[in-house]
């Protein structure tokens, strides 16, 4: 692959990320999260009140959640590279990241939809907005399955070069687990495990926000690296 559409690739993560803050958080207006205990009527006030800008938002994310697509796409182009023939690994993280992706979209949909008619009968609205929020935390195991075959992918690794450090595939079995947090928040209404707490929100997203990160310096540092060797390589040889 082009290693310039892969540099594309790579940089879509991070702005995946960011443009949906802005949409989701800034013009949505759905974070911090709401809470558990929050009453129907106080629910439906806020929607009648920030019905243009909840569609807005949560339109935006639709399309600023797309660009995950690459982003994914990249990581597992580079996962088999390094299974070889029969990249098992890459398309079970490519996979789980179009799952993901897919329950990111029904969030913002059924969301969407709570807006569409912000007059209607303030339980149903309720309803339709606690589902979204506990599909939007609870939807780790598919995240998981893609920690794990980054990890195992990384471990399997024996080259001099390597994309995926050691201590990195230990940071993604971390972040697998810190990922089950958010299943805890079908349990609880209020606390550290609700799906507005420490524990069921905050923690994972945190990590999900440092985990593209990483990576992104890691994939762009070996990419450069490599793009290096070949000059240097191309030179050799013309010599």
Known sequence: MNTKVQMWCIWCGPLALITYAIAFWGIAGFMPPSSPM????????????????????????????TL????????????????????????????????LMVYFYLCSLIWIAAAYRPDIDPSILRFLHESSWLMFVMVFPEYVLQQ??????????????????????????????????????EFVYHGPFAWNGIIGFW?????????????????????????????????????
């Open 203 to 239: 923690l994972p997203v945190s990590m999900f926000a440092v985990w593209i990160g990483m990576l992104v310096v890691l994939m762009r540092g070996y990419l450069l690296r490599q793009e290096q060797a070949t000059g240097v390589a191309a030179v050799q040889a013309a010599a």
């Open 68 to 99: 995950f697509f690459p982003w994914f796409a990249v990581i597992s182009v580079h996962i088999a590279r390094i299974e070889g023939r029969l990249p098992v690994l890459a398309l079970m993280q490519f996979g789980g990241g179009t799952l």
């Open 148 to 185: 794990i075959c980054i990890a195992v992918a990384g471990f399997m690794d024996k080259s001099s070069d390597r994309m995926f450090p050691r201590w990195f595939c230990y940071f993604c079995l971390w972040n697998g687990v810190v990922a089950f947090g958010g299943g805890f928040s």
């Open 38 to 65: 929050t009453s129907a009527a106080d629910l439906a006030a806020f929607y009648q009140s920030n019905a243009l800008s909840i569609r807005i938002g949560l339109l935006l994310t639709l399309v600023f959640s």
